[in-house]
């Protein structure tokens, strides 16, 4: 709880110290010191000295550029032939900027959202845990690294392959823990008429059914050597079956170097362990097994009547690889949840310092009037937190506008990843050396911050009052 | 219930290195939640929580650790079982370049500046703003918290005409240290001014007006009174710009060559091949972000200040 309790607005601070200057001070009665203040008060001129260095720099390099675009943004990208708005409906039009447009648009919608509903869950989930700070510390500090950096981060996060990309690797793991990791894709009965099982339906099954307290072979060929797990066995004779039960083997029905007896497990030959085996009658699946190293597996209460044992299809298919992070359609959500990760420690600190402030007495008084936790959360804590969220719910949205550097590291240039502030690099500096469009969506970007201008310049009239 | 309670105040890893909230245990709405829903559940979502926000960073630091031939190989995280492959070869091929080398120093010499430039430049105008009285002053004040939101790229063309202009004797301002520093001072300046003339204008009246009857020039008084008092404040504002500049990459891109560029832009350029590059991207990413992260850690109270003062740029 250290961060938001030392993180006190430096005016809050400062308000204390004035407190007590007032307290020990000799404030007396106003005439004579109002005439000596105004005696005392430097001349504006002076003012104006201290100002200088401020107003030229703001002036030359924030006032005039953003008259100077919107001028520019009116004239075609030579800058000598005057287009009007043509610039602006061209940011609407091509389907790259579309995609931009689009891009923006979710991510103004999402990101800041998501962001402090996590800031909040984050705040209040802290509130008295005993390691709040080291909690704190840790979701805060993206904020302290660069955006190139976080995009570094996640781009070694994202990479495709499993071996390589830790979100993969976590996909990957959670879905073959699941589902089963052992797979041979392209495994198959042999061809030819009158074998012991056929292919159906993307799986195997036994071609004559099976009676319960029999055993059944199931003999496979072309399982690849690469997907042969390490603690495969040699194939073995499946054990006797008892009265209910269907035992059996799944084998690669392959010896090396040729011979042996087809459909049959000889010696040399591999069982294929970690098969999903399935005892179906009338298309309902009345037993499950799962093979041994050594091939072998035994279905139990299997009802008395026959039965087909089928291999399921999803044996045969391709081994999970992970979520296509950074293809066409998870880019702009990946990218939005690196931006989670670097944005949600700012939504926590302000929101838990906004929660340390809430007085104590407004909560305790809708628990005496009989309100639930929930009840107290939401039609006490919600409203009083609101001025807080509104801000950080602005500063985020701001934020996102400008989002550039993460789009541009990790998106690396695909279309599919695009907004605005990264289009109109692209297309003044980035190879499209179109000023006029260039300008025209800075323009555009600045006219979407103007709400925010306001909103922040009636919060200080509202202190000011 | 009271089982889960009790499970919400035990120590948890990392327990012992937490200080603040191991004071007087407020019942709060939250806390009562918290309780509600059983403390070992919610301390095991936070562990949850935690180790997603410090994997992403941990892999980058293992990564720059490896040889290349082990990353091409395999997943960093398998150095926990076989710790003994970690070595520092990366970081010093990274150190023999010399183009790296000089953007480390151009990222020095243009954060220091832009942040002891926007320091004095925007004391002097809070102090003015605070202080002293001049026609319109709250007009141009609320101008200044309007210039806040700006987004940089709507000065990006512009400057870059306005620079390609200043060319005094072979220096061009396009592509030099020198621009890149003043359009940091520039954009820096706002949000400079509107912390520290909050800060200053809460300074009590009466240690100024006795500086002031003692004849102290309006000078003195700014650099004996308020410099010192608004240490605080200016300590946040320093951090928060020099954190800023040091991380920017999109006005380096724009402002700064070849020779001025620093760390960001540098690295940018390596990303074009990200998989067959990672032997200079991690450990060059992982030198870049040391420095702000051993700021932030050494003066993190000052910088959740500044991100409280207000809105963030």
Known sequence: MKAPKDGVPPAATAGGAAAVATADGTDGPGGR??????RLAPPSWLAMLFLLPSLVVLGFLVVYP??????????????????GIDNYTGVFQGENNLIAVRNTAIWVVVAPTVTTILGLLFAVLTERIRWATVFKLVVFMPMAISLLASGII?????????????????????????????RYPGAAPRGGGDQPVRAEGGGVVTAAPVQGGRSALLPLVRVRPENLPKDAKPAAQAPAARPGQITGTVWFDFTRGGGGTPNVPNAGETGLPGVTVEAVRDGKVVAKATTRADGTFTLRDVPSATVSVRLPADNFT????????????????????SYLWVWSGFAMVLIAAGLAAIPRDALEAARVDGATEWQVFRRVTIPLLMPVLTVVLVTLVINVLKVFDLVFIIGGGDPNANVLALQMWTVSFGGGNDQGAGSA???LLFVLVLPAMLFNIRRLQQERR | MTNGKAAGTRTEPGGATASGAAGAPRRGVASRIV???????????????????????????????????????SGWWTVFTRPTELTFGAYSALLEKDDFVDSFWNTIMITVPSTVLVVVIASLAAYAFAWMEFPGRDWLFLAVVALLVVPVQVALIPVAKLYGRVDVGGFTMFGSVTGVVLFHVAFGLPFAIFLLRNFFAAIPRDLLEAARMDGGSEWTIFRRVIFPLGGPAIASLGIFQFLWVWNDLLVALVF??????????????????????????????????????????AFQRYFVQGVLAGSVK
């Not at chain 1, 953003?66 to 520019?72: E, G, P, W």
């Not at chain 1, 070694?156 to 699941?178: C, I, S, T, W």
């Not at chain 2, 919610?42 to 490896?66: K, N």
């Open chain 2, 35 to 73: 309780g509600r829903l059983g403390g070992g559940f919610v301390q095991a979502m936070l562990v949850l929580i935690a180790l997603f926000w410090l994997v992403p960073t941990i892999g980058l630091l293992v990564a720059s650790l490896r040889s290349t031939q082990d990353n091409a190989a």
């Open chain 1, 441 to 443: 969506i800075a323009v």
């Open chain 1, 66 to 83: 953003i008259v100077y675009s919107v001028i520019r943004s009116l004239f075609d990208a030579s800058g000598d032939s005057f287009v």
């Open chain 1, 154 to 182: 996640f781009r070694l996060v994202y990479e495709q392959d499993p071996d390589k990309g830790v979100g993969n690797a976590v996909l990957v793991g959670v879905h073959d823990m699941f589902a089963g990791a052992t």
């Open chain 1, 318 to 337: 391709a081994a999970y690889r992970g979520a296509e992070w950074l293809g066409d359609t998870l880019i702009t959500p990946a990218i939005i949840a």
């Open chain 2, 256 to 297: 700064a060559d070849t020779g001025s560029q620093p760390m960001t832009k540098w690295l940018q350029s390596q990303m074009r091949q990200f998989t067959g590059n990672i032997d200079i991207l991690a450990p060059g990413a992982f030198l870049s972000l040391i420095v702000p992260l051993a700021v932030f850690f």
């Open chain 1, 33 to 38: 010191r109002a005439r000596a203040r105004e």
